[in-house]
């Protein structure tokens, strides 16, 4: 059974920061590559930051980079999303997602997590 859990969502002021973590089970973690998406309300879900199985490559969306980075710790099963700089904006609930390919998009997703709910104040 595929599970991957995500953690550390919550209510940040702006400026502020969070850590996500998804942990990923009943996969071979190092064949998939993973990403984090978010949905707002009333808006679609949209892709946040991706990163191949390797690590090697991380892409993000233009809306948050150089506030957040994506990284993978292969050895305990783990994607990580570290956002800096929070903004009302960035309000959404965040999923984690897996896909047994290189590159991961958002039509092309094998697996979902829950969810954490981001929420940023002003």
């Known amino acids: 059974q595929v599970q991957l859990v995500e953690s550390g969502g919550g209510l940040v002021q702006a400026g502020g920061s969070l850590r996500l973590s998804c942990a990923a089970s009943?996969?071979?973690?190092?064949?998939?590559?993973m990403g984090w998406f978010r949905q707002a309300p009333g808006k679609e879900r949209e892709s946040v930051a991706t990163?191949?199985?390797?690590?090697?490559?991380?892409k993000y969306a233009d809306s948050i980079k150089g506030r957040f980075t994506i990284s993978r710790d292969n050895a305990k099963n783990t994607v990580y999303l570290q956002m800096n700089s929070l903004k009302p904006e960035d309000t959404a609930v965040y999923y984690c997602?897996?896909?047994?390919?290189?590159?991961?998009?958002?039509?092309?997703?094998?697996?979902w997590g829950q969810g954490t709910q981001v929420t940023v104040s002003s």
């Open positions: 997602a897996a896909r047994r390919s290189l590159v991961i998009f958002a039509a092309q997703v094998d697996y």
């Open positions: 009943g996969l071979t973690f190092n064949n998939y590559a």
């Open positions: 990163i191949s199985w390797s690590g090697g490559t991380t």
